[in-house]
């Protein structure tokens, strides 16, 4: 599916998804067309819900890089020790092969062997060392790491500053794809990155003349309250509880009027559920 971003209502640009392959192959309509705000703010709960796990899967592809440069220049270092182990092994077997008589070759022989062993005890010193700090150094960043994760994710999101497109880069390190599927209901199947996956139920999203419809429990109000009261007096008793009108507007007598007018009075109890 692709992503538009006309959609519009009460001055807001939403997004949409659309699936335009019957559009692309047969010049048909789109196959289906679904608002992207509800899905969007699914997205973005399941998200921030899931950052403490995410950030433990994440902070572990972490550890194994680190481990892995880790174990890398271990290996560098202990073929060094390898290395300075056979130059000592071969210099004590020239040395133990040299005729005692000799004693000139014996010297040199001695004292390179004795060379080779101090070589040998250096590479060995330098290899505990390193491996100890690089060991300390690992253990201390991947402590760092998820606490920046843990930490840097949720602030950033959530501040109004952090751009759109920076949050569109930090879903995609996050999420590999989401599949939705629209029937009775839409269905969305998260796949994390490292293959973590979520099932998201969300109800379908309402349609355009469906936002000016009249709340139900006003419409019930109304209903209960027209035996005894004016309709002056009931746009002010709904006021005072604080609803509004199906376009977001203060209710008065004539939004009162057109209720009753629309839903038809004394029967609305039975009528809307």
Known sequence: MTIRYKYQRRGRIEPAYLCQRNRI?????????IPGAGIDAAIEK????SVTALTLEVALQVQRELENRFNEADNLRKQQVQRAQYEANLARRRFMQVDPDNRLVAGTLEAEW??????LQDANDY????????????????????LKLARDFPRLWKNPKTPVRE???????????????????????????????????????????????TDPK???????????HSYSEIASIL????????????IDRRTVVGITH????YSCKKNVK
């Open 114 to 119: 004795n060379e080779k062993l101090r070589h």
């Open 239 to 250: 006021d005072k509880h604080g609803y509004k009108s199906g376009q977001g507007h203060r």
């Open 262 to 265: 629309k839903y038809k009075p």
């Open 46 to 49: 399941l998200v921030l819900e």
């Open 127 to 146: 290899y505990e060392k390193h491996r100890r700090l690089e060991s300390e150094r690992l253990k201390k960043a991947q402590q760092e790491e998820v």
């Open 25 to 33: 192959e047969r010049w048909e309509s789109s196959c289906q067309y």
């Open 167 to 213: 949050k569109k880069r930090m879903i995609r390190f996050l999420i590999e794809d989401v599949t939705m599927i629209r029937a009775e209901d839409i269905t969305l199947h998260v796949r994390f990155k490292g293959g973590a996956t979520k099932t998201l139920k969300l109800a379908l999203p309402l349609q355009g003349w469906q936002y000016n419809l």
């Open 218 to 228: 006003i419409v019930e109000n109304v209903d209960e309250l027209l035996s005894d």
